[in-house]
C-alpha cells in the first residue's frame, strides 16, 4: 500500500515524491491560518491549566505551611507547658521541704537577736564616776600645809583616803570590764548560731530564685510561640527534626534489642509450644516469642503512662492517682513476670544447646567432654533474659518522640513536595507554550517557498498600490506632463 500511494502520480519514485512534497506544502500553505489557530489553542489551554495546577498547589501548600505552623506551634506550647508545671512542681516543692518551717527559723532568729539585744545591753561599759566629795578633799588637800605637823598630818591622811578611794573604785571598774567581756564573749555563738541561719536562709532563697529565672526563661519563650516568632518556629522545626532522627536512631537500637531478645526465647519456645505447628507461613513458636515481646512492650508503655512520663493516652493520665499507683503496680507485676519467664526460657536455651552437643558428639562417636565454667553463659542469658524487657519497656519514650516528630517532618515533606510539583507545572506550561512557538516557526519553514511568493505579490501590489495613490493625488494635472 505505501509503495502504491508512491507511484500514484508517477512511475518515477523521485517524481511522484516531489509531487506529494508539493501537495502536502500546498495543503499546509492553504491551511496555515488553521494550523497557526490550533497550535495556539492547544498552548493556551495547556498554558492556563497548568499556571491553574500550579496555583492550587501553591494555595495547597500555603493552607499546608499554616496548618504545619499550627500543630508545630501547639506542640511547643504543650512541651513548654509541661516544663513550666514541673518547675511549679519543683518550686511548690522547695518550699514545702525548706521553707515550712520559716516561721520556727523567724521566731528562732528573734529569740537570738533579743538575746544579743540583752546581752549587749548588759556589757555595756559604764566608767564609774567620782564621788562628789573627791573634789572638796581634793581642794583641801591642796591647802598649803606652812609648816605645821598637825595640818601636814591631816592632808596626808586626806591624800591616803583619796588614793584608797581611787583604788577601790579601778579594782570595781575591772570587775564591771570582766563581767562585760564575759556577756560579749557568750554572744559569739548566739552571732554564729544567726549568721548560720541568715546563710540557711540565704541558699533557700537562692534555690528559689534560680528555679524562677528558669521558669522566666520557659515563660519568655512560651510567650515567643504563642505571638509566632520566626525565630521561636525556627527552633521548634530544628527541635523536632532532630527529635525525629535521634528518636528513629534509638527505635532502631530497640529494634535490635527486640530481635536478641527474640532469639533467646525462640528455640525454647519451640520446645514448649511445638516446633511444627504453623500459623500460616510463621511458626507457632515465634509468633508466642513476638507476643511475649509486644506484650512487655506494651506493659511498658503502659507503665510509664502511669506514671506521667509519656502521653500517648491521655486517658490513663487523666486518672486519679490512686487508681494510677495501682496500674503501676499492675504493669511492673506483670513486666517482672514476663521478664522471669524469660530468664528462665533463656537457661532452658542454654540448657536445650548443651543437649544438642552432646547429641551431635555421641553421634560422631567422640566421648562427651564435661565443659568447665559451662554456668557462666547460663548466667548471662539469664541475666539478659531478665534485663532486656525492662530496657525494652522504655521504648515507650522514643516512640513518643518519633510519632510527635514524625507529623511536623511528613508536614514539611508533603509542603516541599506540594512547592516542587507547583513549580514543576509553572514550568512545563512554559515549555509547552515555547515549544509550540518552535513548531510554528519550524511550520513556517516548511513552507517558506509558498510564504516568499505570498510576500512578493503582497510587496508588488503594495508598490502598485502606492504609485497610483501618488497618480491621483489631488493638485496635480498629469495631462500637462
Known amino acids: 500500500m505505501p509503495t502504491e500511494l508512491i507511484h500514484l502520480w508517477s512511475d518515477n519514485a523521485a517524481a511522484s515524491l516531489a509531487i506529494w512534497l508539493f501537495v502536502l506544502v500546498l495543503a499546509m500553505y492553504l491551511g496555515r491560518s488553521q494550523s497557526h489557530a490550533l497550535l495556539q489553542a492547544l498552548a493556551r489551554s495547556i498554558y492556563r491549566s497548568a499556571r491553574l495546577g500550579a496555583r492550587a498547589l501553591s494555595r495547597a501548600q500555603q493552607q499546608l505551611r499554616e496548618r504545619n505552623r499550627a500543630v508545630l506551634q501547639s506542640a511547643g506550647e504543650q512541651q513548654l507547658q509541661r516544663a513550666i508545671e514541673r518547675e511549679f512542681v519543683r518550686v511548690n516543692s522547695i518550699i514545702t521541704r525548706d521553707l515550712a518551717h520559716y516561721p520556727s527559723l523567724h521566731r528562732q532568729i528573734s529569740d537570738t537577736v533579743s538575746k544579743i539585744e540583752k546581752d549587749y545591753e548588759a556589757a555595756i561599759d559604764t566608767p564609774p564616776m567620782p564621788p562628789a566629795w573627791v573634789e572638796v578633799v581634793e581642794t583641801v588637800a591642796a591647802i598649803p600645809r606652812s609648816g605645821d605637823a598637825a595640818v601636814a598630818k591631816i592632808l596626808d591622811k586626806i591624800h591616803e583616803t583619796v588614793e584608797s578611794a581611787q583604788a577601790e573604785s579601778l579594782q570595781a571598774y575591772q570587775k564591771s570590764s570582766q563581767v562585760s567581756h564575759k556577756l560579749l564573749s557568750r554572744m559569739q555563738p548566739l552571732w554564729r548560731k544567726l549568721d548560720g541561719d541568715l546563710a540557711d536562709v540565704k541558699q533557700r532563697v537562692d534555690s528559689l530564685e534560680d528555679r524562677a529565672s528558669v521558669i522566666d526563661g520557659f515563660m519568655t519563650e512560651y510567650r515567643a510561640i504563642r505571638s509566632g516568632a520566626q525565630e521561636a518556629m525556627a527552633r521548634l522545626t530544628s527541635s523536632s527534626l532532630t527529635q ?128 568447665n565454667f559451662r554456668w557462666i553463659p547460663s548466667v548471662g542469658q539469664m541475666v539478659m533474659g531478665f534485663v532486656l524487657p525492662f530496657a525494652l519497656a522504655f521504648v515507650a519514650i522514643p516512640l513518643e518522640s518519633f510519632i510527635q516528630s514524625t507529623r511536623t517532618v511528613l508536614g514539611m515533606f508533603a509542603e516541599a513536595t506540594l512547592k516542587v510539583l507547583a513549580v514543576v507545572c509553572r514550568l512545563l506550561g512554559a515549555v509547552v507554550q515555547q515549544m509550540v512557538r518552535f513548531i510554528i516557526h519550524l511550520y513556517d519553514l516548511v513552507i517558506m517557498v509558498p510564504l516568499a511568493f505570498e510576500r512578493w505579490i503582497s510587496a508588488g501590489r503594495a508598490r502598485m498600490a502606492k504609485s497610483n495613490d501618488s497618480r491621483t493625488e489631488p493638485g496635480l494635472d498629469y495631462s500637462e506632463v
Open 244 to 371: 525525629f532522627f535521634v528518636s528513629a536512631l534509638v527505635l532502631i537500637i530497640a529494634v535490635f534489642g527486640g530481635l536478641i531478645n527474640f532469639q533467646l526465647i525462640a528455640m525454647p519456645m519451640s520446645e514448649m509450644v511445638g516446633g511444627t505447628s504453623y500459623i500460616g507461613a510463621m511458626k507457632t513458636s515465634d509468633i508466642a516469642a513476638l507476643v511475649i515481646i509486644m506484650v512487655e512492650i506494651a506493659m511498658g508503655l503502659f507503665l510509664l503512662e502511669s506514671l506521667r512520663i509519656t502521653h500517648l493516652f491521655p486517658m490513663i493520665g487523666s486518672m486519679d492517682d490512686k487508681m494510677r499507683r495501682r496500674m503501676v503496680w499492675i504493669t511492673f507485676t506483670i513486666l517482672t513476670v514476663l521478664a522471669t519467664i524469660e530468664a528462665s526460657l533463656a537457661y532452658m536455651r542454654d540448657l536445650l544447646a548443651l543437649d544438642r552437643e552432646a547429641l551431635k558428639q555421641s553421634l560422631a562417636g567422640a566421648s562427651v567432654v564435661e565443659a
